[in-house]
């Protein structure tokens, strides 16, 4: 009997290995499984990434990444990227080392195990191992077995496919030994979250704790929850599930977190002064300026566009101007930023609300990220106004040169057909000199005697009808032309740019692409060798433009529609500019903000439904009009209609007529006199030779009228 007992004990503690290991081996397929589960129900893409990130490959990591990888592939049926890393001691802090970068085909039946491959990696040329990504991962999950591995990571590592738009979930699976994290892994997600957050702004990620007394939660951060003013601390949030659906449906909740309410958050908004887009009302407006809620400091388009979009998500308004002064900014050539794209990049500034064009900035395009568009705008050219055309030849500029070279052709029919009619009665008294000229009289409404024959009445009934048309469109154009300026013909096409021979200049460096760099007609080449970049310290192109003459700028065309109707504006109320028809560019308008930014989602949502609503339409002209009547009263006075009176040089072309009229026929009159006088000569000659030579004349002296 007590050999039975002693032989059942030794069986059961010989089995009792096997049974943990059955029992462990099913809870690695079970957790497996869930999360599997789990990854799979948040499938928006074709790919999954993977990165294992370990410093002591533990049996425990190693037999659930065997059993998680190839279940991944096989339910979820999309393209996994592995990629796993090794953490070394401190002796190895220039680098780490990549063992194995595995990619499971989608055509492959089976999951297939790559052979280890060793390669060092380099800090500065790290995440190289991105590019090898063909789309936004729908989960990137991360395996790690501690903190310390992930930090190692990521003080190494920043793989440049990482942006806030993605989604993440972090695995710890320690050891049994490694009691710390086991018991606390709220102190570790605490750390990790918080970091993700700080440094690149990254908030969709869940952490989980499988093997642990927290196996059945899952922790998120919060970092808008709860703030003292500007000093925000945020906290970690946690979520319990006990099903794999439930736990799919609890995470898309909270990776659909859009920041409705950001509960008063401070968000720090750059903006500046901008006529008509961001009018201010504040006197002043200092750096760092708190915007309460119900305080409205800027208008336009862009300050109401801000307030609506700071009253729906509820944050409270941090204005920021450029920190250097330089209003939009660029990239200099040595790559920083300055101006208000500088403040972006640095994130000084979490969005800027100067609507600006939405287009590469600089060498790197994923710098800035912009939100929905709020407009659209021409980038149009602008040159000097027509010159004024002289008085004494506007009654020349009455009709074009070839209605003139019309009225000359019909007033010679015209004269040719009376003079035939005409000469079939009178053949001996008819002048064709005369009869053109009796033609001209007509066309003036001023016949010099009527005809008697029923041809010749009709002939002058129709010349008279044409005269009353003609005389009447000619004395209107004859008023028009003396009341009002008339100009020579404006440039409105890049060719008469061109031809023009001026120069073209502008204040910012982005627009150096505004006439393209594949673009290689003729006119374009000319227009890019004649485009230049003024300095701020000189004088602004558009006022070389409007008051030197000899220059072309650029800007919205929007904008110039505006300061060419309230400031470009001479003395007579005539503009001093005109806008280029033919723009070269046509730009959507958008917010700029950091390229890991979480807050454009939302933002884009409020924009868009503003913009269907036509809100940003109707702002826009309610701040034109407002504008207009605040400060265009000295315009609106000086190019009021009054009464004036004609004076001599208004009319100053009919004495030019008359005194040519005068001059000419002064000249014709002393050729008459003396062609006269020496025909008589030649004929009181004749006489004397022939008697003197006895010579029979056979003529008489003919008399000329």
Same mark, same amino acid.
């Given at each position: 009997?007590?050999?039975?007992?002693?032989?059942?004990?030794?069986?059961?503690?010989?089995?009792?290995?096997?049974?943990?290991?059955?029992?462990?081996?099913?809870?690695?397929?079970?957790?497996?499984?869930?999360?599997?589960?789990?990854?799979?129900?948040?499938?928006?893409?074709?790919?999954?990434?993977?990165?294992?990130?370990?410093?002591?490959?533990?049996?425990?990591?190693?037999?659930?990444?065997?059993?998680?990888?190839?279940?991944?592939?096989?339910?979820?049926?999309?393209?996994?990227?592995?990629?796993?890393?090794?953490?070394?001691?401190?002796?190895?802090?220039?680098?780490?080392?990549? @063992?194995?970068?595995?990619?499971?085909?989608?055509?492959?039946?089976?999951?297939?195990?790559?052979?280890?491959?060793?390669?060092?990696?380099?800090?500065?040329?790290?995440?190289?191992?991105?590019?090898?990504?063909?789309?936004?991962?729908?989960?990137?999950?991360?395996?790690?077995?501690?903190?310390?591995?992930?930090?190692?990571?990521?003080?190494?590592?920043?793989?440049?496919?990482?942006?806030?738009?993605?989604?993440?979930?972090?695995?710890?699976?320690?050891?049994?030994?490694?009691?710390?994290?086991?018991?606390?892994?709220?102190?570790?997600?605490?750390?990790?979250?918080?970091?993700?957050?700080?440094?690149?702004?990254?908030?969709?990620?869940?952490?989980?704790?499988?093997?642990?007394?927290?196996?059945?939660?899952?922790?998120?951060?919060?970092?808008?929850?709860?703030?003292?003013?500007?000093?925000?601390?945020?906290? @970690?949030?946690?979520?319990?599930?006990?099903?794999?659906?439930?736990?799919?449906?609890?995470?898309?909740?909270?990776?659909?977190?859009?920041?409705?309410?950001?509960?008063?958050?401070?968000?720090?908004?750059?903006?500046?002064?901008?006529?008509?887009?961001?009018?201010?009302?504040?006197?002043?407006?200092?750096?760092?300026?708190?915007?309460?809620?119900?305080?409205?400091?800027?208008?336009?388009?862009?300050?109401?566009?801000?307030?609506?979009?700071?009253?729906?998500?509820?944050?409270?308004?941090?204005?920021?101007?450029?920190?250097?002064? @330089?209003?939009?900014?660029?990239?200099?050539?040595?790559?920083?930023?300055?101006?208000?794209?500088?403040?972006?990049?640095?994130?000084? @500034?979490?969005?800027?609300?100067?609507?600006?064009?939405?287009?590469?900035?600089?060498?790197?395009?994923?710098?800035?990220?912009?939100?929905?568009?709020?407009?659209?705008?021409?980038?149009?050219?602008?040159?000097?106004?027509?010159?004024?055309?002289?008085?004494?030849?506007?009654?020349?500029?009455?009709?074009?040169?070839?209605?003139?070279?019309?009225?000359?052709?019909?007033?010679?029919?015209?004269?040719?057909?009376?003079?035939?009619?005409?000469?079939?009665?009178?053949?001996?008294?008819?002048?064709?000199?005369?009869?053109?000229?009796?033609?001209?009289?007509?066309?003036?409404?001023?016949?010099?005697?009527?005809?008697?024959?029923?041809?010749?009445?009709?002939?002058?009934?129709?010349?008279?009808?044409?005269?009353?048309?003609?005389?009447?469109?000619?004395?209107?154009?004859?008023?028009?032309?003396?009341?009002?300026?008339?100009?020579?013909?404006?440039?409105?096409?890049?060719?008469?740019?061109?031809?023009?021979?001026?120069?073209?200049?502008?204040?910012?460096?982005?627009?150096?692409?505004?006439?393209?760099?594949?673009?290689?007609?003729?006119?374009?080449?000319?227009?890019?060798?004649?485009?230049?970049?003024?300095?701020?310290?000189?004088?602004?192109?558009?006022?070389?433009?409007?008051?030197?003459?000899?220059?072309?700028?650029?800007?919205?065309?929007?904008?110039?529609?505006?300061?060419?109707?309230?400031?470009?504006?001479?003395?007579?109320?005539?503009?001093?500019?005109?806008?280029?028809?033919?723009?070269?560019?046509?730009?959507?308008?958008?917010?700029?903000?950091?390229?890991?930014?979480?807050?454009?989602?939302?933002?884009?949502?409020?924009?868009?439904?503003?913009?269907?609503?036509?809100?940003?339409?109707?702002?826009?002209?309610?701040?034109?009009?407002?504008?207009?009547?605040?400060?265009?009263?000295?315009?609106?006075?000086?190019?009021?209609?009054?009464?004036?009176?004609?004076?001599?040089?208004?009319?100053?072309?009919?004495?030019?007529?008359?005194?040519?009229?005068?001059?000419?026929?002064?000249?014709?009159?002393?050729?008459?006199?003396?062609?006269?006088?020496?025909?008589?000569?030649?004929?009181?000659?004749?006489?004397?030779?022939?008697?003197?030579?006895?010579?029979?004349?056979?003529?008489?002296?003919?008399?000329?009228?």
């Amino acid at each position: 009997m007590i050999k039975k007992i002693i032989l059942a004990t030794v069986v059961l503690f010989s089995l009792s290995p096997n049974i943990h290991g059955i029992e462990r081996t099913k809870k690695w397929h079970e957790d497996a499984s869930f999360w599997t589960s789990f990854i799979c129900s948040a499938r928006n893409s074709r790919s999954f990434g993977i990165y294992q990130i370990y410093t002591n490959y533990s049996y425990r990591l190693r037999e659930f990444v065997k059993r998680f990888t190839p279940n991944l592939y096989m339910d979820c049926q999309s393209l996994l990227y592995l990629r796993t890393y090794k953490i070394y001691s401190r002796d190895y802090a220039d680098g780490i080392f990549i @063992i194995r970068q595995t990619r499971y085909p989608r055509t492959s039946k089976r999951a297939v195990i790559e052979n280890s491959i060793r390669l060092k990696v380099p800090a500065e040329v790290s995440g190289s191992a991105g590019s090898h990504f063909i789309d936004t991962p729908a989960v990137t999950v991360i395996l790690i077995d501690s903190e310390e591995s992930l930090v190692g990571f990521l003080n190494h590592v920043v793989p440049e496919e990482w942006n806030n738009t993605m989604k993440f979930l972090i695995i710890m699976i320690t050891d049994n030994n490694d009691s710390t994290q086991v018991e606390n892994p709220k102190h570790v997600a605490d750390n990790i979250l918080k970091r993700l957050w700080r440094e690149r702004q990254i908030l969709n990620v869940i952490f989980v704790a499988p093997f642990t007394t927290f196996e059945s939660c899952a922790f998120t951060y919060n970092p808008i929850s709860s703030f003292a003013g500007q000093d925000i601390t945020g906290e @970690i949030e946690i979520f319990k599930f006990e099903s794999s659906d439930k736990a799919a449906t609890t995470m898309a909740k909270i990776y659909a977190r859009n920041l409705n309410n950001l509960h008063g958050y401070p968000l720090k908004v750059g903006m500046f002064e901008r006529i008509p887009t961001s009018l201010r009302l504040v006197d002043k407006v200092d750096h760092g300026f708190l915007h309460c809620k119900k305080t409205i400091i800027f208008t336009g388009i862009d300050g109401l566009m801000l307030d609506t979009v700071a009253e729906a998500m509820n944050f409270t308004t941090v204005i920021y101007r450029p920190t250097d002064g @330089i209003e939009f900014g660029y990239q200099m050539q040595n790559g920083t930023y300055v101006g208000t794209l500088g403040d972006i990049v640095s994130k000084k @500034i979490d969005v800027s609300f100067n609507a600006m064009f939405i287009k590469k900035y600089g060498n790197d395009p994923n710098a800035i990220k912009f939100s929905s568009y709020v407009a659209f705008d021409k980038l149009c050219l602008v040159v000097p106004k027509a010159s004024k055309i002289p008085q004494w030849l506007r009654i020349f500029q009455s009709f074009t040169p070839t209605l003139w070279l019309y009225l000359g052709i019909v007033q010679i029919v015209c004269g040719a057909t009376w003079y035939i009619i005409q000469r079939r009665d009178r053949p001996s008294e008819i002048n064709f000199l005369v009869v053109l000229l009796d033609t001209t009289l007509l066309f003036a409404g001023a016949p010099r005697h009527l005809p008697l024959i029923t041809s010749g009445r009709i002939l002058i009934g129709s010349l008279l009808l044409l005269s009353v048309t003609i005389t009447g469109i000619f004395n209107g154009s004859l008023y028009k032309s003396f009341s009002t300026d008339s100009y020579y013909k404006d440039i409105d096409e890049l060719k008469d740019v061109d031809e023009s021979g001026l120069q073209i200049g502008t204040g910012s460096p982005n627009l150096r692409d505004m006439f393209g760099c594949d673009n290689d007609s003729e006119i374009m080449v000319n227009l890019r060798k004649k485009f230049s970049v003024i300095p701020s310290s000189d004088i602004p192109a558009i006022e070389r433009t409007a008051y030197f003459r000899n220059f072309s700028a650029v800007d919205r065309e929007n904008d110039l529609l505006l300061r060419l109707n309230t400031k470009y504006i001479d003395r007579d109320g005539n503009h001093m500019l005109h806008i280029v028809s033919e723009c070269p560019r046509t730009y959507s308008l958008g917010y700029a903000g950091h390229r890991n930014s979480i807050f454009f989602d939302r933002m884009n949502v409020i924009i868009s439904r503003t913009m269907e609503a036509g809100l940003t339409n109707y702002w826009y002209a309610w701040t034109i009009d407002n504008y207009l009547q605040k400060n265009s009263t000295r315009q609106f006075i000086r190019t009021q209609q009054k009464f004036v009176g004609f004076h001599l040089y208004d009319v100053q072309t009919s004495f030019f007529i008359l005194a040519f009229g005068l001059f000419l026929s002064l000249l014709v009159f002393i050729g008459e006199h003396v062609v006269e006088r020496r025909v008589e000569i030649y004929f009181k000659m004749r006489q004397w030779s022939c008697s003197v030579f006895n010579i029979p004349s056979g003529t008489e002296r003919r008399t000329y009228a």
